[in-house]
């Protein structure tokens, strides 16, 4: 499996929930949390669909692709790589516990833990900071500070290993920007959240550029998205490996 079909895959999960209005679902709804005197309004829902595009610039060049995307909360995260006619380069499947990634490409296929992610990108990093991220949402947790910057709410939390920097406009009360650091290697992740639509009660970016910083090289990635959907309804959630592809390992 190359490394940069892994990353392109991974990426798309940093900023997927930036998602165009496309229909106003009635299941989606807002949860209010309150930090100090900041409030930041979250979306709340039960499953979540979603289409879009997207780019990846990095050393080795530009990656384009379409996606489709799955999410069941607080449970699984689920997405197609689709570069175009329908064909599927790559499928993901991330639980609570686990990391599956499908390399059609190339026939091989990844079984493993949080670590292929901590080794990979050199952040600490578990399914409910992945999750928070995704979404766009506050995640209340660790020692907090308030601070004022010009029209933003600047809320700093430290959590074990990471410190958070969440940036949340004052007047939409949503977050407009995030920073994790790890603090043992230095490695970033921002998220930049942009050009906010209703959903449901929800005010929801669909403009939305990430950037991972690593060992002094970076990644930029950002997404277009066309169609945005949460409900109810139960989805499913397929990753069958074909017998004749090889499982790989990385150290």
């Not at 692709?65 to 790559?90: M, N, Q």
């Not at 906010?196 to 277009?224: I, K, R």
Request: glycine share 4%; proline share 2%.
């Amino acid at each position: 499996m190359r490394s940069k079909n892994i990353l392109l895959c991974l990426l798309s999960l940093l900023a997927f929930a930036s998602c165009k209005k496309d229909t106003v679902p009635t299941t989606a709804t807002a949860t209010t949390e309150t930090v100090g005197r900041v409030s930041v309004k979250n979306l709340e829902f039960n499953y979540l669909t979603t289409r879009g595009q997207l780019k990846l610039e990095d050393k080795n060049g530009t990656t384009s692709s379409g996606y489709a995307l799955r999410v069941k909360k607080d449970s699984i995260i689920w997405i197609s790589v689709l570069p175009g006619l329908g064909f599927e380069a790559a499928r993901i499947k991330i639980t609570t516990d686990s990391i599956y990634v499908m390399d059609r490409l190339h026939k091989e296929y990844l079984a493993t833990d949080y670590s292929f992610l901590r080794n990979k990108f050199h952040v600490d990093m578990d399914y409910n900071v992945l999750q928070a991220i995704l979404l766009g949402n506050y995640q209340p947790a660790g020692a907090e500070k308030v601070m004022d910057e010009a029209d933003l709410h600047h809320i700093q939390q430290a959590r074990e290993n990471l410190l958070f920097d969440y940036f949340v406009g004052r007047q939409s009360s949503k977050l407009q920007q995030l920073n994790v650091q790890d603090k043992n290697t230095g490695n970033t992740i921002t998220v930049k959240y942009d050009s906010f639509q209703s959903v449901g009660e929800t005010p929801f970016a669909y403009a939305l550029a990430a950037q991972v910083l690593q060992q002094g090289q970076s990644s930029n990635f950002s997404l277009t998205h066309n169609r945005v959907t949460v409900n109810d309804e139960a989805l499913e959630f397929p990753f069958n490996v074909p017998s004749d592809y090889k499982r790989i390992n990385f150290n």
